[in-house]
Structures are given as C-alpha cells and as structure tokens.
C-alpha cells in the first residue's frame, strides 16, 4: 500500500479511498484521493471579498485573505499605529448573530486574551464590527503551521518531535492554570515560527477554534473540534479538563514520529468509535522503520489511555515525562544541534530522578509488550475504503428546476450570502433567521451515506433559500443600516465591490438624508442588484418558477 496522502486545505492525514478530508471536511479528488489546492475541489471562480480594504475598528485595515474554515475566514492586516501586521478572525455571520455564540466568543477571547505566555498567539482585541460580525485580532507569525511542515519534511525525529511537544506543554499548563482549555490541539493549531529561533512554536485558537453551533446540540451530536485528535471524553460529549488537551497533543506526537495518527477513518463517527473503544497500536507497530525510543513509546502509550486518570495529572508532568523518556534512551545518540534539548526548568531531588528511571525501566517493558501483543494480533481488514465509497448519482438527482439550477453552480459561501439577502426581503425576524440557519448546520452534518460534503451544503442552502424566496414578506425588515451595507456588499451582484462602495458613501453625503431614505435606498439596491434566479444573471428581482417546498 502506497504512503497515506495528506489534505492540501488543512494538511491532515487522510485514509486510502477516503472521500472527505476528517480534519477540514473538504471534498478529496485525485488519483489517491488527495485534495486539490485550495476548498478541496474543482477551483471556483474568484469573489470579490468585501472585507478586503475594509477598517476593523478603526485599527486594523485588512489586506488579504490568508483562508477559511468552519467558523469564517481569516485574514492579514496592517496596524499602522505600532507598524506591525496582524491576523484578523472573522466569525461567520450567522454565528456572530447566535446570541449564545456571541456570548461564549466573548468570554472565550477575554479568558485567551489574558493568556500570556511566550508559546501562545497573543491577542490584540476582539469584539464586534458595527453590523454585529464578531473578530478576533491576534499577533502574526511568519512561519508555517506544524500540519505543514509535516506535509513538506514527513516524519519529524524523536528530539525535534519531544522539543516541539514540550513546548506546547508549557503553552498549555499556562492556559489550564487559567482555567482554559484548548480543546483543539492539533498540528494546523501549531505554528513553527521563522524568526524566534530554530523550533520555536506557538499555539493558536485558545478556547475559541470550537466555538460553534454545535454546542446547543441535540443528543447523538458530536460536539465541536477535529474528530481526529480528540480524546474519548470529548468525542462522547462529557466535560473535559486538561488531560483532555494531553491527549491530543500526544496524538499530534504520535503523528509526528511516525507519519499518520494512531487512528485513521472516513468519518468522524468512526473516529468517534476509535478513540473511545479501540486500543492504540504502538508506534513501533505502525512504523517499526522508525527508531521510537521505547521510553518515548510508553510515555505517548500513557497518554494515549481512555480514561483521563491514566494519563499524566497536567501538561508540565507531560513535558517532563517526555524529556526523561528521551535522556534516560543511552542508544539515542546525539541531538541535531538544530534542536538541542535544554535542562529541565526546575531542580531534580535524587527521589524524582530516581523514579524518574524507574518509570523509563517500567515503560520499556510496557512497550515490548505492547509491540508483542500487536505483532500477534490479527491484521483489521480494511474497510474504512469500502464505507466511504461513493454511489454514482441517481436519476432523481439530476432532475432539477431552472432556478435550483442556476442556485446549485454557486459555492457555498455566496449561497450563504444569497440566503442572507433573502431573509432581509422577505422581513425575516433575527430569532427566525436563526432558528433557520441552526436548522440548516443540523441538516448540512447530516450528510448521506455516499454523498458528497459539499454538494450535500448547496443541496440544504438552496433548499432554504427557494423556500423563504417563495415566501410574501413577513414585514418591513428591521435591519439596521449598517447591517443592510454588509448584506449589500457581501451579496451575488453585477456591480463591483468599489462601485457598491461608491454608491454607499454617495448616498450618506446627501445633505440631510434620512436613516429611513438610506434604509429605503439600501433596501431597493438589495432587491434589484442581486440575483435573477430564472436566467442565471445577476441584475434583476428574484423571478421563481413554481417548485415543491423542500422544507423538512
């Protein structure tokens, strides 16, 4: 079997046949299923951004688009103030406007801002943009993340992999000292940075990387974060402290000696039922071409355990069992000078150190154990392929209305704008709008057997978006102004961005132009400038041919 292809989006590992990456979710293509550049799919079009140029708060003025994910996008910035750059978080916004969300984001970023610590992203503000988008503005790194430079360099050795991991520890006892958990420890949440050093890391999306709208879930729900490195306890929905964040950070260790994850699956259900019931193999078993100190084994076979009281009590006990898994390994030879291994912070008595080689002394046992028990058990038969195959699509499928048509060639970012513009129009109350929108994450989730992610989200977005198209206007919509311009300038249109721009600012220089003629004004642009759903061309009202409702 050929070597296990990694996602381009998000640089995961990902199993042969696999047809979704199971860090990100994106589409995978290729002849071995590898993702292409970019969403993880046939390229789209370019759309014009309208955050690009815009001012955060007076402070930041975005630049580019560094990328996108599950909560919204994130972008480069400019703070000319202090002369330095930044990176700017922007939550989706139908999460920015979920008060629950909002609330858990602010109390999230304000516990990650008073993190302080040399291995953790510093935060620079957060808040809200006049039209309720919630940001979070932190300290940019120039580097690559960890999930990268696996995908450039592949298996990282012992001392690096141990130099890279302890540093994360330090990171995360400063958190769980505060009473912050990270949650989503993963390799693309690690940034190796260029400048601080050779092997200098730092750790992004404290607290914040699982805001979503999962957490009012329904029971059988997975809850938020990367099905791939996420402990049993957290994949089962139950409450979580920090040996929760050492067990995937001993995941990402693991991944890091050896090549791929102790557990690799099609989906996250799988991942679920892995994590929580199957036995991690050792990695001498995964890779015995790799020379894993069996002192290094046994401690990331400890903090691999199902039950959080089996692993280490804290993540500076972590970083300490892994140095002492390396220095007490006489056949280790000399570190790269690259990655030196520095002393430990804190003075050793004889005791510690003497319990310190016992724990080695037992550890090795424990892995040969373990390698022999692996070596006698019997090979799982690979069936992960065979669940993840795809079907060929159905007759049913194909057939489809002229304006579902014009709607599924969109992308999902512009359905989700197209769906916004509608609730304006038809007067769409906010707790409406959400309950919709909570509606549509549910059923987004829930992707058929077969089927592919992303088409399945246009297939739930359309739906939706004929639906309240179809719908008399409920009232006058209650938007404020500064809401309506992000909808105007967010939306499928024919003008640009700039000439939107122009217009805006046009119509706020009339002299003594009344908020209700601007809201009017805006409503008209809205209505006229958006899309024509019967020719496919943007310019026209909404003009719908009759369909059944595909509300459930």
């Not at 639906?467 to 967010?490: G, M, Y």
């Amino acid at each position: 079997m050929g070597p296990v292809p990694n996602c381009a989006h998000c640089g995961a590992l990902v199993a042969i046949g696999a047809r979704q990456c199971p860090g990100c979710g994106v589409t995978l293509s290729g002849r071995d299923h590898a993702t292409l550049p970019g969403r993880g799919h046939a390229p789209e079009p370019s759309v014009e951004d309208a955050m690009i140029g815009r001012s955060i708060i007076g402070q930041f003025e975005v630049k580019a688009k560094l990328g996108e994910g599950g909560m919204g996008s994130v972008y480069l910035a400019d703070q000319p103030t202090v002369g330095r750059t930044a990176v700017i978080k922007v939550i989706h916004p139908w999460l920015s406007k979920d008060p629950g969300i909002s609330a858990r984001f602010d109390a999230e970023a304000r516990a990650a801002a008073r993190l302080q610590n040399p291995h953790i992203v510093s935060i620079y503000n957060y808040g809200k943009l006049p039209d309720g988008t919630l940001f979070l503005a932190m300290e940019h790194i120039k580097g690559s993340t960890l999930a990268q430079t696996m995908v450039s360099r592949g298996r990282i050795e012992p001392s690096r992999a141990v130099n890279i991991g302890a540093q994360c520890c330090e990171a995360l006892a400063e958190a769980h000292r505060h009473g912050v958990i990270h949650r989503d420890v993963k390799p693309s949440n690690i940034m190796v940075a260029e400048r601080q050093g050779p092997g200098f890391v730092k750790m992004v999306d404290f607290g914040v990387a699982t805001i979503d709208a999962r957490e009012a879930a329904s029971p059988g729900r997975l809850p938020a974060g990367t099905p791939c490195y996420m402990s049993p306890e957290q994949l089962a929905g139950q409450a979580v402290d920090g040996r929760s964040d050492i067990y995937s950070l001993a995941v990402v260790i693991y991944e890091m000696l050896v090549g791929q994850p102790p557990f690799l699956a099609s989906t996250p259900e799988q991942y679920a039922r892995k994590h929580r019931e199957v036995p991690p193999p050792a990695p001498s078993a995964i890779a015995p071409e790799v020379d894993v100190p069996p002192a290094l084994e046994a401690c990331l076979m400890r903090a691999l355990a199902k039950e959080p009281h089996a692993r280490p009590l804290s993540a500076e006990r972590f970083a300490d069992e892994l140095w002492s898994s390396i220095m007490a390994t006489p056949t280790m030879g000399t570190p790269t000078q690259s990655f030196t291994i520095p002393p430990p912070r804190r003075r050793r008595t004889m005791l510690v150190a003497g319990l310190m080689v016992a724990l080695a002394v037992v550890g090795v046992g424990a892995a040969a154990l373990v390698r022999h028990s692996a070596q006698t058990l019997p090979a799982a038969a690979p069936s992960d392929a065979r669940e993840s195959a795809e079907p060929p699509p159905t007759a049913a499928s194909a057939t489809t209305s002229p304006a579902r048509a014009v709607l599924m060639a969109r992308s999902v970012v512009e359905l989700e704008a197209e769906l916004e513009r509608v609730a304006v129009l038809r007067g769409r109350g906010s707790k409406a709008v959400m309950e919709a929108m909570t509606a549509y994450y549910e059923r987004a989730r829930a992707v058929p057997p077969g089927s592919d992610t992303e088409t399945h989200r246009r297939h739930v977005l359309v739906g939706l978006i004929l639906d309240w198209a179809r719908e008399p206007s409920h009232a006058p919509s209650h938007s404020s102004i500064a809401e309506l311009e992000a909808v105007f300038l967010r939306m499928n249109s024919p003008l640009g961005l700039q000439e939107r721009r122009d217009m805006l600012r046009e119509a706020k220089d009339v002299d003594g132009a009344l908020p209700s003629s601007i809201r009017a004004r805006l409503l008209s642009w809205i209505d006229t400038h958006g899309l024509d759903y019967e020719t496919g061309d943007p310019g026209a009202e909404m003009v719908l041919e009759d369909e059944p409702s595909t509300t459930d």
